[in-house]
């Protein structure tokens, strides 16, 4: 049994919206599962069979995208580019939500869109490049799905149904039967908001969205063209959703969607994607942004609540094994340093700027010492394998 003990910590950023920042001096995991978060334990450590010693840095858990539409590898056809999953994981990004995958001929047929999703999650479920979890397989909605397809897919372990309003079937009543269908079988349906991405596209507001009852409503903030401001306030008043906004997305509306869900006590229900690969490029540090750009706005909330929105509240909302610091949790975690003149992470991001992170560790497994895409940790943690 591989038991991990990480000692003399810095800050503990725990992945909960509700309790941001742990009273703790160390993290204790077995086979890649964390038991213990809290002082220092002197049998624990003696029992460990990887002793790190954080030197002091902070940790956070690693950050999960919760708006991506990855192909079947790790290659994005729109850019030409190579390892997009491994770039995401070389900026704290250990993980994404497939909301469909984007690729070339996508079949919209129901035999298609079947096994398209089968093919997404049993791919992505065996290929995991350095580790990283990419949650593929999400299925379009198109004419003919019946019941029985939803029971069929949800046996295959297919959990989230891609964003309404971008496969063919975008009338308001046809989509709200679908997503009722979809989720009497256990799936996460999410759905676009907003103005059409494309042609093809649907364009939603909040009445329309009100009708077709998604569990997540997408692209809050724009994507790139948000609702109005009062259909947004809408949906946060009067509906039970979670929210997703986007780092390239309207950074006016992320600010006040923060400041409403906070008077509404919603705050756990934010949370923030990339919406990779996008109109707007292709983003491996594109959750830090987002909680950069709120950090600098609220400088009166700690930023470790803003990292939950890209960690703990996305596994809330999919019902992920990981994205928190606490008992019971995969140890996927990333260690936090500052960046230029701040040497606090926390204050690098309250100055509007990304922290450095570095030694990515997934599933109790090292997965990248050094994150390539930004300059990394001051000091480096201290692994003695016994």
């Not at 063919?168 to 676009?192: N, Y």
């Not at 939603?204 to 009062?230: E, F, Q």
């Not at 999919?318 to 008992?327: E, M, S, V």
Request: charged share 20%; aromatic share 8%.
């Amino acid at each position: 049994m591989k038991k991990i003990y990480i000692k003399n910590l810095g800050t503990i950023a725990s992945g909960d919206v509700n309790n941001p920042i742990l009273d703790a001096e160390v993290i204790y995991a077995e086979n890649g599962v964390i038991q213990y978060v809290g002082a220092a334990k002197a049998d624990l450590e003696a029992a460990a069979t990887t002793v790190v010693d954080a030197k002091g840095l902070d940790v956070g858990p690693a950050l999960i995208d919760a708006h991506a539409h990855p192909p079947m590898n790790d290659y994005l056809v729109e850019f030409k580019a190579t390892d997009f999953a491994t770039n995401f994981m070389a900026g704290g990004t250990g993980s994404m939500i497939s909301v469909g995958s984007s690729m070339p001929g996508m079949p919209y047929t129901v035999a298609g869109v079947k096994a398209v999703a089968v093919a997404g999650k049993q791919i992505w479920d065996t290929y995991r490049p350095l580790g990283s979890k990419v949650y593929g397989g999400a299925l379009m909605l198109v004419d003919g799905l019946k019941d029985s397809d939803f029971a069929e897919m949800a046996a295959e372990g297919i959990k989230v149904v891609g964003e309404v309003g971008k496969s063919p079937v975008q009338d308001v009543a046809k989509a709200a039967e679908l997503t009722k269908m979809a989720r009497k079988h256990g799936m996460v349906v999410t759905a676009h908001s907003g103005g059409p991405v494309k042609a093809c596209c649907a364009s939603y507001n909040a009445d329309d969205l009100l009708k077709i009852n998604p569990n997540v409503i997408c692209s809050l903030n724009g994507g790139p063209t948000p609702m109005s401001d009062a259909d947004i306030e809408k949906v946060l008043k009067e509906g039970d959703f979670y929210y997703d906004m986007l780092a390239h997305g309207n950074v006016r509306i992320l600010r006040n969607v923060y400041k409403l869900a906070k008077s509404l006590n919603k705050v756990d229900k934010l949370m923030f994607g990339t919406n990779v690969p996008s109109m707007s490029g292709y983003s491996p540090l594109g959750l830090w942004l987002s909680i950069a750009a709120l950090s600098n706005t609220y400088q009166d909330v700690h930023p470790a609540t803003f990292i939950a929105m890209a960690s703990g509240n996305v596994a809330d909302c999919y019902g992920l094994d990981h994205g928190k610091i606490a008992k019971g949790y995969k140890l996927d975690i990333i260690f936090l340093d500052g960046f230029g003149y701040d040497t606090c992470p926390f204050k690098t991001l309250q100055s509007g700027n990304m922290c450095s992170t570095s030694f990515v560790i997934l599933d109790g497994e090292l997965r990248m010492p050094h994150c390539k895409n930004v300059p990394g940790a001051s000091r480096k943690p201290e692994f003695i394998t016994k």
